[in-house]
Nanobody
Framework: QVHLVESGGGLVQAGGSLRLSCAASGITFSNYKMAWFRQTPGKEREFVASISWGGSRTFYADSVKGRFTISRDNAGNTLYLQMNSLKPEDTAAYYC???????????????????WGQGTQVTVSS
């Protein structure tokens, strides 16, 4: 059974940085494409970034391109999201997601990922 646990969220001032982690267990991590999504109350969960099995291919939402970097450590079964130049509009609960299907460099939907973590809250103050 897939188990994903996010960490690293918190309160940061605008312009600051945070690094989120997602520890995976119960799967052969290197066989899964991974992604980060985020959600604010009353809104749909939205895509942030995704990464291929080996980590060589990535894809970002336009809203975070150039500020966020997704990466993975397959030996350590961990996914990361480095977030720089944070803005108040980045405030959300951030979720990692996993799926064994093929990575595509296009914007995925929630339905493209079958396993989800519980989320970690990121709050950016102005």
């Amino acid at each position: 059974q897939v188990h994903l646990v996010e960490s690293g969220g918190g309160l940061v001032q605008a312009g600051g940085s945070l690094r989120l982690s997602c520890a995976a267990s119960g799967i052969t991590f290197s066989n899964y494409k991974m992604a980060w999504f985020r959600q604010t109350p009353g809104k749909e969960r939205e895509f942030v970034a995704s990464i291929s099995w080996g980590g060589s291919r990535t894809f970002y939402a336009d809203s975070v391109k150039g500020r966020f970097t997704i990466s993975r450590d397959n030996a350590g079964n961990t996914l990361y999201l480095q977030m720089n130049s944070l803005k108040p509009e980045d405030t959300a609960a951030y979720y990692c997601a996993a799926d064994p299907s093929l990575f595509r460099a296009t914007r995925p939907s929630i339905a493209d990922f079958r396993s989800w973590g519980q989320g970690t809250q990121v709050t950016v103050s102005s």
